[in-house]
């Protein structure tokens, strides 16, 4: 390991208040595929699967903890918690971009790769620890998820909801979203895109029409894709 590497890596920690005892696991952590691939190394995905599994544990004793044990709210709750635009946004707020070891071709700020290591980086704090999840939940979900309140009201996860009752209300009929997607990548590490939205009625005649420039952002499956440009699109027909 490098002295550079091993600058960002003790930046980082100092940043979280976390010594790992095997920096080697912060180091995948913060590593992307594609950089991984480049250099022979291991990438994230392995702790970010992990700490995607750790983090829906905690989010779902927190709120069991706070009083909730209808399991239907607990579970539309947690998946609103759970979204990786929700990630995303934590990431963008602790400045992740400065740590992650990428390619030079790799847009990392603003794109899909900030929540993926934020969980990749829950995983790894998680192993670290020796499989202890009040360490992740101070040092990570506690100090960096503070206003749950509003990551729930702003979460993602209702977009697609939010739209089809706007739509219900203002043309008194159930309507289909049509959408097509655009995949982007290899197969192990696709990013999807969803575009081109026409919204028909039962008998497939179009509602309304929505300008094909509407389209969402990148992500890694086609469902955040399709959650996004619904936000997009509400967004537009309520200014319009």
Known sequence: MDKITEDILNQFQDFIKYRFNKP???FQAL?????????????????ETLGDAVIKLLFSLKLYS?????????????????????????????????????SKKQRIKDSSI????????????????????????????????IDWESLIKESPHLHKNQLLE????????????????????????????AKNPVIVDINQKELIKVPNYLKSNKFKTK?????????KILKYLEEK
């Open 223 to 231: 469902l955040e894709a399709e959650k996004n440009i619904s936000l």
């Open 166 to 193: 706007y739509l219900q209300y203002k043309f008194k009929t159930t309507p289909t979203i049509k959408l097509e997607f655009e995949k982007l990548g290899p197969d192990n590490d696709a990013r999807w895109i």
């Open 31 to 47: 590593t992307t595929s594609q950089f991984a691939n480049e250099n022979k190394l291991s990438s994230y995905q392995i702790l």
């Open 114 to 145: 900030l929540a993926d290591v934020f969980e990749a980086i829950c995983g790894a704090i998680f192993i670290d620890s020796g499989n202890n999840l009040q360490v992740v939940e101070k040092i990570i979900i506690d100090r960096f998820i």
């Open 24 to 26: 080697e696991l912060l």
């Open 66 to 102: 706070k009083g909730e044990i209808d399991p239907g709210k607990l579970t539309k709750t947690k998946l609103r918690l759970e979204d990786n635009q929700t990630f995303h946004k934590i990431a963008m707020g602790m400045e992740l971009w400065k740590y992650i070891f990428s």
